[in-house]
């Protein structure tokens, strides 16, 4: 019998993924769940056809080159800002990532951020703490109202749209986005929004929330002349990616209280946050968990594990990202 083909697992993963992946594959795990060095990663990936990757890891021409047998890189994320995806396609690796199983737990936390971060829930707990609750008081962490007010979302894919619907139809909020395209008549009366231009949507916006994915075009979408043309009592929310707000420029902008607050789920640069923004007070901040429920990362690692299962044993992947590579164009 012929040896079943190698596969790398490059961070921890549930035991029912690695099982799934078992039945097809010599699996190979990184157990630490630290992020492998460049060199290591390398390393651990040679003599395997498919790897599951998470954000961490980059899949670039030089990775790709000194893995000469890797077939495919399944992106446990709906985001893939760390493949370099022309570089895939022109060698031949697949690449794919999980959208869709993730939209909704990730819109729920992007709620979640609009509302800590209006209604100073953070703010206030470290002030309850650290012992410094006596009395009560009519203006004690006043916030700002999110029913009524005007959610603007920027970036309209799938996550954007559940938030809108999440704040059109259960908030009675008026929703408007900006976005590279313009949702067709039917989605956006389904969503109960409204497309506009970039700058109304920051004049405009009582909370602004990213949903974009990172590029070289999206990189610093929000810095310091854009918070400026914010309202002062505006929060800013982004659960997109690190490198879309110019995170120096926010905590002046939130030291400054240009605007109320915000909400920050992913940094420049993370897990390294901008020494600054933890010493404002006006901001909420988590640790990149917008998705991070079990059933949804389980449901993420398991369409990775399908993507390089239906790609290896019959070269149909569930979600590509560079599907025309397909064929003639894939490393044999
Ligand atoms: C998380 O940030 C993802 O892209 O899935």
């Known amino acids: 019998m012929s040896q079943k083909p190698a596969i790398f697992i490059a961070r921890k993963v549930f035991p029912e993924v690695v099982a799934h992946l078992g039945h097809h594959f010599q699996v190979d795990m990184n157990e630490s769940d630290e992020v ?8 651990r990936l040679q003599g395997k056809q498919g790897a599951l990757t998470t954000g961490s890891e980059r899949v670039d021409a030089a990775l790709l080159a000194a893995c000469p ?13 760390n ?4 570089a895939m396609t022109a060698a031949g690796v697949l690449a794919t ?14 709620f979640a951020l609009v509302m800590a971060t209006a209604r100073r829930v953070t703010e206030s707990e470290h002030f309850l703490r650290a012992g410094q609750w006596n009395k009560w008081s009519l203006d004690m962490f006043a916030g700002a109202e999110v029913h009524g007010s005007t959610l603007g979302i920027l970036g309209m894919g799938r996550i954007g749209q559940a938030i809108a619907r999440r704040g059109a139809h259960g908030f009675g909020m008026k929703v408007i986005y900006h976005n590279r395209s313009r949702l067709d008549a039917a989605l956006e009366a389904e969503c109960k929004a409204s497309y506009v231009d970039k700058a109304t949507l920051l004049a405009q916006a009582d909370h602004l929330i990213l949903v974009l994915p990172y590029s070289a075009s999206s990189h610093h979408a929000i810095g310091a002349a854009e918070i400026a043309q914010m309202k002062p009592t505006a929060t800013l929310i982004n659960i997109a990616r690190g490198g879309i707000v110019d995170d120096a420029a926010l905590a002046v902008a939130l030291r400054e209280r240009r605007i109320a607050a ?14 600054d923004l933890l010493t404002v007070p006006n901001v909420v901040l988590t640790p990149h968990i917008a998705s991070a429920t079990i059933p949804t990362r389980k449901a993420m690692a398991m369409l990775a594990a399908d993507n390089v299962i239906a790609y290896l044993t019959q070269g149909r992947p569930v979600t590509p990202l560079n599907a025309e590579i397909i064929g003639a164009g894939a490393r044999a």
């Open 262 to 275: 915000a909400g920050l789920d992913v940094f420049e640069g993370e897990p390294k946050v901008h020494p």
């Open 83 to 86: 493949f370099d995806v022309p």
């Open 69 to 81: 047998q890797l077939k495919i890189a399944a992106n446990i994320a709906v985001g893939f800002n």
């Open 36 to 43: 492998l060095p460049p060199a290591e990663l390398i390393a």
């Open 97 to 110: 990532n999980t959208p869709d199983v993730l939209t909704e737990t990730t819109a729920d936390f992007g």
